[in-house]
């Protein structure tokens, strides 16, 4: 299992933001903006393309679903959707709210972010979701 399968189970703390049976949605712990969310399917699957269609638009449906709560939560010029990582081999969504492009740099330092501050953050989401 692997460590966001461990994640969505619940094995390894998270901030969740949403969940289904289906998809799990939690705070990244190295945000480049106050609520940045990774959304993961539950099934261990690498690479996104590999869904086959119909599962691949529920999981757009979810990730549409936990964007719009992030944009009642963080009001923002938009939501950017950003499939990237190799570092985990599980198929994740970066859903950052930004106000420029720039805010979805991942080159930029991270934000350093209290305990409480990611509590206060997923509650936002969880609220709006």
């Known amino acids: 299992m692997d460590i966001f399968s461990k994640i969505a189970a619940g094995e390894i703390p998270s901030y969740k933001c949403a969940e289904n049976d289906e998809f799990y949605a939690f705070l990244d712990i190295n945000p480049l903006v ?3 969310t990774l959304v993961i399917p539950r099934r261990e699957i690498d690479y996104f393309f590999d869904m086959d269609d119909d599962e691949l638009a529920r999981y757009q449906q979810f990730a549409k679903r936990v964007a719009i709560a992030i944009k009642k939560a963080f009001p923002c010029r938009k939501v950017a959707q950003v499939v990237l990582g190799l570092e985990v081999a599980h198929a994740h969504i970066h859903l950052i709210p930004m106000q ?30």
Do not use: N, T, V
């Open 100 to 129: 420029s492009e720039a805010d979805a740099d991942f080159r930029k330092e991270k934000l350093k972010l209290s305990e409480e501050e990611f509590k206060e953050i997923a509650a936002k989401i969880q609220k709006a979701f």
């Open 34 to 36: 106050k609520g940045q």
